[in-house]
């Protein structure tokens, strides 16, 4: 079995390199394969993607896409293009508990995390690290809240 890693862009992967020098040796269908990729992809476009491609000995094709980090996500959700980090102070913006909780939904098979309600929390993690208030309060103030119950309704 051979295996191909590569980082690409959502819905924009091309036969040029680094798919097409990888896969062309395996005799596989390098069109095909892209198209599936693409298809596989396209939600996440201006993202960059991992994508795991296994080729067993009979030429049977095997696609496993990952999810962009959760940086990436979050930014996506904003629609802002550079979070700073710098400041201890100022604040880049606010996300909604509900956008936390698509974006734990999208990043829970990659995480540790046991549940939705901790796949949260890291997310949460992540938005503090990025100077991100949630529904208007700071990370760690949310983070306390969630683990007493408070919006167990929302992210259950």
């Keep these: 079995m051979s295996v191909v890693e590569v980082l690409v862009e959502g819905g924009k992967a091309s036969p040029g390199p680094p798919l097409g020098p990888a896969l062309g040796p395996l005799g596989i269908n390098v069109k095909n394969v892209v198209d599936s990729i693409n298809e596989l992809t396209k939600g996440y476009a201006g993202m960059v993607i991992p994508v795991r491609i296994a080729v067993d000995d009979s030429g049977k094709v095997d696609l496993s896409v990952g999810s962009p980090p959760t940086a990436a996500l979050i930014k996506k959700e904003l629609g802002i293009e550079k979070a700073q980090t710098d400041s201890t102070t100022d604040y880049n913006g606010d996300i909604s508990i509900e956008q936390i909780k698509e974006i734990a939904q999208k990043k829970i098979g990659d995480m540790l995390a046991s549940s939705l309600k901790s796949a949260v929390k890291e997310v949460i993690g992540s938005c503090g690290v990025m100077r991100l208030k949630i529904e208007g309060k700071d990370a760690k ?13 929302v992210i259950a």
């Excluded at 306390?144 to 919006?151: C, F, L, N, P, V």
């Design 141 to 153: 103030e949310m983070q306390r809240e969630i683990e007493a119950g408070k919006y167990d309704e």
